[in-house]
């Protein structure tokens, strides 16, 4: 079907929409961006920060790598000043000077500001920023459970969650979760260590090391020969015929979404610490990967929320599935995926693979997302490449997607374009530039080496 016909009368932009065809990387700017953001009622993403913060001494005992935090989930922010450095200057930007770049508390050089990176490749347990969803996921449904049984938790007592009896209540029922393999790691290694049996649906793109990794944790992995939707669907209809089946929807999911969206305290706290004040002259841009839009929407709206029209939240996406900018841009009233525009959703970037964006969460974005930017697969692992080359930072090939996003802004005419039209182009050397890195850390070494080598090859 034409997409121009999709979308109750929004036509995607001709022009936009043979790029996209042709898998040109292209940066689409959202007309529906609005200058503030309100909050959506049975959307606040304080109970998420209070729900972590509430199990933060059970989650320290439960899971050993979150003692350090004390049972926070937290990654780091860093400056990126040689990644920073080695990217503008391909694009012909002048270099970041040492004031500011190195650190990630000064101006930066003229015009360009400073690049941070958010480490949550590196957030315990799940390895991904599927840790922050999956965590706040599995301990509502942990409350629920046991209150539904007549033992609730009680607020005054949250280590009841490691006792036995918990447990064993626990263990009577099945998570249930469809993934291309980094929800399917959070929800099965956060569920199995608090009694849960666990069944993971996994699409044709997931890697074979996520299955294994599961299956060696207890979890039943059922392998689908279709996508992530089917097998997201796979799941849902399996749940929907057993009462002690709780399928965790990656596609609907509220409790995810507010996981996600409980980053922006974390965020606003890290850049206080720095010194990095975000208002009418010192904007702050973030950039994020988007598979299905939960993981990136949730962190956006939590974002906008605090920040308002101070923050301009950018997604990246494959250029093979660029699911997102195709919904917001035929307008989000109807499902439209990549396979409707001719594309074919077959990427590299396992984590991104998904043909169709979130209902729950395309309609939230289309009045708070600034707007997309796709990337070819060669240039997702030349860019893990650099990164590990100039940072020593190891990322998988999907959390490397949102590291141009400073440039599309600043170096292309429509990045320039977003610039003028929000009077952003006088901030831009006191700007802060966040890009979420989303995952990495548990993949083995040898997985790695060949990602390194693809990168080195496509660098050549
Ligand atoms: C590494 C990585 N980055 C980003 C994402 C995107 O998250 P979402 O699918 O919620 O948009 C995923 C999803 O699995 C992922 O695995």
């Keep these: 079907m034409d997409s121009g016909e999709r979308g109750a009368g929004m036509v995607i932009d001709p022009q936009v929409l043979d790029s ?27 109970l998420a920060e209070q729900r972590l913060a509430r199990y933060a001494a059970p989650l320290a005992h439960l899971f050993p790598e979150m003692e350090p935090t004390g049972g926070r989930l937290y990654s780091a922010l860093q400056p990126i000043p040689k990644a920073q450095a080695a990217l503008q200057a391909a694009a012909g930007m002048p270099a970041a000077g040492s004031a500011g770049a190195g650190t990630g508390v000064g101006t930066g050089a003229a015009g360009v500001g400073v690049w941070l990176l958010k480490r ?15 965590f706040h996921e599995v301990l509502a449904l942990a409350e629920r459970l046991t209150a539904e049984a007549g033992r609730p938790i009680s607020a ?77 669907d796979a799941g849902r209809q399996e749940a929907a015929r057993a009462a002690d089946i709780h399928f965790v929807d990656d596609e609907r999911s509220r409790h995810l979404f507010l996981g996600y969206a409980a980053a922006a305290g974390e965020l ?20 994020l990967p988007c598979g299905v839009g939960g993981a990136p929407g ?17 997604f990246a996406e494959p250029t093979a599935a660029p699911c997102m900018l195709v919904q917001l841009a035929a307008g989000v009233d109807k499902a439209v995926s990549v396979y409707d525009i001719g594309l074919d959703n077959v990427t590299e970037a396992d984590g991104l693979a998904v043909g169709l964006a979130s209902p729950l969460v ?5 009045k708070m997302l600034s707007g997309v930017f796709t990337v070819a697969d060669d240039t997702l692992f030349r860019d893990a490449y650099l990164l590990a080359q100039e940072e020593g930072i190891l990322l998988e090939p999907s959390a490397a997607a949102a590291l141009r996003g400073p ?40 997985e790695h080496a060949r990602f390194q080598a693809r990168g080195a090859q496509a660098a050549a």
């Design 20 to 46: 996209l065809r042709k898998k040109q990387p292209l940066l689409w700017l959202n007309s529906g961006l609005e200058a503030g953001a309100d909050p959506i009622p049975g959307l606040d993403p304080a």
């Design 120 to 134: 949550d490749d590196a957030l315990p347990v799940a390895g991904s920023v599927k840790a922050r969803g999956g």
């Design 156 to 232: 005054g007592d949250p280590m009841q969650l490691c006792g036995d009896t918990v447990r064993a209540l626990l263990g009577r029922h099945t998570l249930s979760v469809g993934s291309t393999g980094n929800l399917g790691m959070s929800i099965g290694l956060i569920g199995r260590r608090l009694g849960f049996q666990v069944v993971i649906h996994m699409s044709a793109d997931a890697k074979q090391w996520k299955k294994e990794r599961l299956r060696r944790h207890g979890i039943t992995v059922v392998e689908h020969s279709g996508d992530y939707a089917a097998a997201v």
């Design 268 to 287: 606003a706290r890290q850049l206080q610490e720095q010194g990095r004040r975000v208002d009418a002259d010192r904007p702050l841009f973030v950039y």
């Design 298 to 314: 949730g962190i956006t709206y939590g974002l906008k929320l605090r920040f308002g029209g101070h923050v301009h939240c950018f």
């Design 362 to 366: 395309a309609p939230i974005m289309a």
């Design 407 to 446: 440039l599309w802004l600043r170096s292309t005419r429509r990045g320039g374009d977003y610039l003028d039209s929000h009077g952003l182009a006088r901030t831009m050397d006191r700007a802060t530039h966040v890009i979420w890195s989303t995952g990495g850390s548990l993949v083995p070494s040898e």
